[in-house]
């Protein structure tokens, strides 16, 4: 009887001490390593024993898991071979909970191990679904494949069990946040616009709220968002970050913002500015640039506050990113005109270059503020470091 056990000593000294000569083993597959996750037990649990005190480990830590089942049809296959005066050995073979090449190149590497030790020539393979039946071309390529068999928990009341499995799986938080959450906000939207009259709306809104969710998930923004929620709605006597309030009016701004940028963009196609004229209208100073670079500064001015209110020091550096921002907006601003004179109006108009002048002096402006802020404020660390 082999059982191996995080803490116990490597499986190869273990299965060193195990030498048997079997010509066929019933493989129970264990592809995502649950038995593993939650019970500590190593691959391969190799004999009847062994594997019955795993199954029952692996049943009470979580009595709704089907590799339980798979392990003990695995070892009714062995008792049922034994009778008949086979050579037979019963194993458990768990691959990784990262299930792909690195789960399958270790079940083939324990596989190895077992082939080696117990002189197996065949196999009769027991998995519980179609992904651990992928890993039959694996043991297939260093064992002849004698039958399988897919385990399946027959059920009394099918429909019941059904309903408690959907029921069971939407109270599952990760699930909700993936599937429920998305499917919740889309019904909401298609309703508040229904109630308001503006049918006409709801599928523009359905697709602005998936396009946001789908972005968030891509860009792992959950945490941060859940922070700023948690920040926001805090009800303790600490103080709220005035970040988290920064980010909601930031966010405000923009959407703000993209609706002025929308509306400058409508009028452009009225005067017929083609695609490029609707784009850099919505890009422009009327559009969603000037209240988008607000946005940045309102955000970073914050996280400066709330640095010097924490740790009692205050980044100077706030000061040259301010007017570079500034200077920025200017030029962005300047260039986004002389191209619309250029190629949409056909009309240059060289007063908009002063949107590019003013930019590189505010930039420069900046430049001196922030090195006579800097020399003073270092000119008092070395008077107070003196004294």
């Not at 190149?105 to 030790?117: F, G, R, Y």
């Amino acid at each position: 009887m082999l059982i191996f056990k995080e803490s116990s000593e490597s499986n190869i000294n273990i299965l060193s001490n195990y030498i048997t000569s079997m010509s066929l083993l019933v493989i129970a597959i264990d592809r995502d390593n649950d038995l593993g996750r939650k019970t500590g037990i190593r691959s391969p649990v190799i004999g009847r024993d062994a594997n019955i005190r795993a199954s029952l480990e692996l049943g009470l830590s979580d009595p709704e898991e089907s590799d339980t089942n798979t392990m003990l049809a695995a070892i009714k296959t062995y008792d049922q071979l034994l009778e008949k005066g086979k050579k037979v050995e019963v194993v458990t073979i768990c691959g990784d909970v990262r299930v792909g090449t690195k789960s399958d190149m270790k079940i083939a590497n324990t596989l190895d191990q077992v082939i080696l030790k117990t002189g197996a020539k065949r196999a009769i393979l027991v998995s519980d679904g179609a992904e651990d039946r992928e890993l039959e071309p694996i043991i297939r390529s260093r064992l002849r494949i004698d039958s399988t068999r897919m385990v399946v928990v027959q059920q009394s009341r099918p429909i019941e069990d059904t309903l408690y499995t959907i029921i069971h799986k939407m109270e599952d938080p990760k699930i909700q946040r993936q599937f429920i959450l998305p499917m919740a906000l889309i019904a909401l939207a298609w309703g508040l616009a229904s109630l308001l009259g503006s049918s006409e709306i709801a599928s523009g809104a359905i697709w602005v709220i998936l396009g946001g969710y789908l972005l968030v998930k891509v860009a792992g923004w959950e945490e941060a968002i859940k922070k700023f929620y948690t920040d926001l709605l805090t009800v303790t006597s600490e103080r709220v970050p005035l970040y988290s309030y920064a980010w909601l009016i930031a966010a405000l701004m923009m959407i703000v913002g993209l609706t002025r940028g929308l509306d400058q963009m409508q009028e452009a196609a009225n005067v017929g500015g083609g695609i490029l004229g609707m784009v850099l209208a919505f890009l422009s100073l009327d559009g969603v640039l000037s209240l988008f670079l607000f946005a940045l500064v309102i955000i970073e001015v914050a996280r400066t506050i709330d640095t010097y209110l924490r740790d009692g020091v205050f980044n100077i550096n706030i000061v040259r990113f301010i007017f570079t921002v500034a200077s920025m907006g200017l030029i962005f601003a300047g260039i986004i005109e002389i191209v619309d004179d250029i190629f949409v109006k056909d009309n240059f108009n060289s007063e908009n270059v002063t949107y590019i002048l003013s930019g590189l002096i505010l930039q420069f402006i900046g430049l001196l503020v922030h090195d006579s802020i800097r020399g003073r404020v270092d000119e008092n660390l070395s008077v107070t470091e003196d004294t």
